[in-house]
């Protein structure tokens, strides 16, 4: 029973990161990206005598290597491709790592934006507020109290049946 809830809290995780960040979005725009840098640099380097980079796999493997900071990569050869290259790293390290902050950031701040978390924080607030409430408005407020209480034991008997 213990697995099953922990693979139903992992797979909601998942779910979590995949719809409510920008995760997927710009993993997907990563890996094209990383397909079409790494096109330009086999098409540049195509025909170069003393490149390492001679097919479009090695030009792939290149393209990981460049932008993951590795340092495992071989330089191109021609101008071009170090030009294309140079810009796959920038743009390939920014995307890679702006990608894991904007998740983390999105994934943990997510709690505090849902509209329920907010009308808790209000009514706290306003709580602390009470003894500046006038009768008028104390009555007020147990008149709405009582409509909620209602409110909520009309969900419970809902949702018991």
Not at 70 to 77: E, F, L, M, N, T
Not at 89 to 110: D, E, K, N, P
Request: hydrophobic share 45%; no cysteine; glycine share 8%.
């Amino acid at each position: 029973m213990r697995k099953i809830g922990h693979h139903t809290r992992v797979k909601r995780f998942f779910k979590d990161i995949s719809v409510h960040t920008p995760f997927t979005k710009m993993v997907f725009l990563l890996i094209v990206l990383w397909l079409i840098f790494s096109a330009g640099v086999y098409l540049a380097e195509r025909g170069i005598e003393g490149t390492s980079i001679a097919s479009y796999g090695e030009s792939l493997y290149w393209g990981v290597a460049a932008f993951s900071t590795a340092g495992i990569a071989d330089q191109p050869v021609s101008g071009a491709a170090q030009l294309i290259g140079g810009l796959w790293i920038v743009i390939g390290s920014v995307l890679f790592f702006g990608t894991i902050v904007a998740t983390v950031t999105t994934y943990f701040m997510r709690p505090m934006l849902r509209p329920h978390k907010r009308i808790i924080d209000t009514i706290e607030y306003n709580l602390e507020q009470l003894d500046d409430l006038s009768v008028e408005e104390l009555d007020l407020l147990k008149n709405t109290i009582d409509m909620l209480i209602v409110h909520v034991e009309h969900i419970k008997q809902g949702h018991s049946r």
